[in-house]
């Protein structure tokens, strides 16, 4: 059982029983920072493709305190939204894998989390 703790700090549990398959596998991650107390920059950069074994759905990507710069899918703008601190992407594509990049800031200094 693992315990995690939700944006307004309240427990979730976690357990092994729960577990589902993704819906999207991830061959490959390349992160670049450009680091800054007051404005860091990360760069990630990932290979995935479609689980075939799942359900078609949308690809949701935890973040919290994260201001999204620039999403693309194989180089081009893509339409995303967030929900409850969640990066949600829709359309991918279904065949074959795909490169998605994803800009992000955030303040280091601000986090109070740790």
Known sequence: MLQLRDSTGAATVVR??????PAYWIDTVHLSFDLDPAKTRVLNKMTLRRN???AAQALRLDGDELNLARVLVNGAGCSFKMEAGQLVLENLPAEGAFELEIFTTCAPI???AL
């Open 16 to 21: 092994r029983a729960d577990y589902t398959a």
């Open 52 to 54: 075939p074994d799942v």
């Open 110 to 112: 601000k986090n109070t």
